[in-house]
């Protein structure tokens, strides 16, 4: 029962790089969304979709890109790598037929420590 | 707009102690509410929920219950063990709000044995 998973585990960057942190879930799940999570700042929201070909900006929008191309995969691109964006990121998804279930709860991947230098 | 309060950590106690964990919040909306617990190296795992006002949520001995009148909504457990070594979030969401979770920032809690 795999659940949400997220690859890799570790990443370290030099500033200016791209990559794609990858996720997958396999639940079924229509909503998905990508979280950072920093020190005393809880977690803040990227990017989500609400289904297959759906994006929308989260708070910290800026710097990276999503798509999502298919139910399971929800890839999440820095396109410019800076020191800011040093982090643990965090996918999540949860059922999400429509408004009644607004509330559902979120199954989180275990995370991507992301250290760009 | 939305935000929520914790009690800042960390917090430690010894194992069988009473534990509390603060929680406040202002919210645009009518709120749910949510405890989200992150074991070390894992994702956050949902501990409990309340959505309306006077709900109890309650698992693994875990207990919070939805206050609207202090907009609170304060984690408990009687007796912790050194295995609820942790950090707890508490979160919210509103109807409306494009699904968009509002957390805290987390309270490390560490159990000794």
């Known amino acids: 029962n795999a659940g949400v998973t997220q690859t890799p585990k570790f990443q370290v960057l030099k500033t200016g790089q791209s990559m794609t942190l990858q996720c997958a879930q396999d639940?079924?799940?229509?909503?998905m969304s990508w979280y950072r999570q920093d020190p005393g700042m809880g977690l803040r929201l990227i990017h989500y979709?609400?289904?297959?070909?759906?994006?929308d900006q989260g708070e910290v929008p800026n710097g990276y890109n999503v798509s999502r191309s298919t139910t399971e995969d929800f890839p999440l691109r820095l396109l410019s790598a800076a020191p800011s964006q040093t982090s643990v990121y965090f996918c999540?998804?949860?059922?999400?037929?429509?408004?009644?279930?607004?509330?559902?709860?979120?199954?989180f991947g275990n995370g991507t420590r992301l250290t760009v230098t | 707009g939305d935000s929520v309060t914790q009690m800042e950590g960390p917090v430690t106690l010894s194992e069988e102690a009473f534990l509390t964990i603060n929680c406040t919040y202002t919210a645009t909306g009518y709120p749910s509410l949510f405890w989200y617990v992150q074991y070390p190296g894992e994702g956050l795992q949902l501990l409990l929920k309340?959505?309306?006002?006077?709900d109890k949520g309650s698992n693994k001995g875990f207990e919070a219950t939805y206050r609207k009148e202090t907009t609170s909504f304060h984690l408990e457990k009687g007796s912790v063990q050194v295995s609820d070594s942790a950090v707890y979030f508490c979160?919210?969401?509103?109807?409306?709000?494009?699904?968009?979770?509002?957390f805290g920032s987390g309270t490390q809690l560490t159990v000794l044995p």
């Open positions: 979160a919210l969401i509103v109807l409306g709000s494009a699904r968009q979770l509002t």
């Open positions: 309340a959505t309306k006002a006077d």
């Open positions: 639940m079924n799940h229509e909503y």
């Open positions: 999540a998804s949860s059922y999400s037929p429509g408004q009644s279930s607004y509330n559902s709860p979120l199954h």
């Open positions: 979709s609400v289904g297959a070909g759906i994006t």
